[in-house]
């Protein structure tokens, strides 16, 4: 059993900058894939960026590509979702998300724990 909160969300102006974090609680942490994935106002929830059990590799929705960069300390039991030079297009309910496996997961119903999302808004 894993229990997540999130944390960090906020207003912020377009072209701004914010961190994500996303707490675990549970001795296992490390042997957790994590995820991060967004839902704005009427839409359906999509990928942000997956991050495996071990940090060592990385994946991320090409609309945040060159932009976000999801890490992890498995010290802290936390993962964190860095997201700069954001745009109007990132305002969204951000959720992080955990799945026991090695691989990197980018479908949301391949996660079987979610937190209970944080706010950005990013203002033109």
């Known amino acids: 059993q894993v229990q997540l909160v999130e944390s960090g969300g906020g207003l912020v102006q377009a072209g701004g900058s914010l961190r994500l974090s996303c707490a675990a609680s549970g001795r296992t942490f490390s042997s957790y894939a994590m995820g991060w994935f967004r839902q704005g106002l009427g839409k359906e929830r999509e990928f942000v960026a997956a991050i495996n059990w071990s940090g060592g590799s990385t994946d991320y929705a090409d609309s945040v590509k060159g932009r976000f960069t999801i890490s992890r300390d498995n010290a802290k039991n936390t993962v964190y979702l860095q997201m700069n030079a954001l745009k109007p297009e990132d305002t969204a309910v951000y959720y992080c998300?955990?799945?026991?496996?090695?691989?990197?997961?980018?479908?949301?119903?391949?996660?079987?724990?979610w937190g209970q999302g944080t706010q950005v808004t990013v203002s033109s």
């Open positions: 998300a955990a799945v026991r496996t090695n691989k990197l997961v980018a479908v949301p119903h391949g996660y079987g724990y």
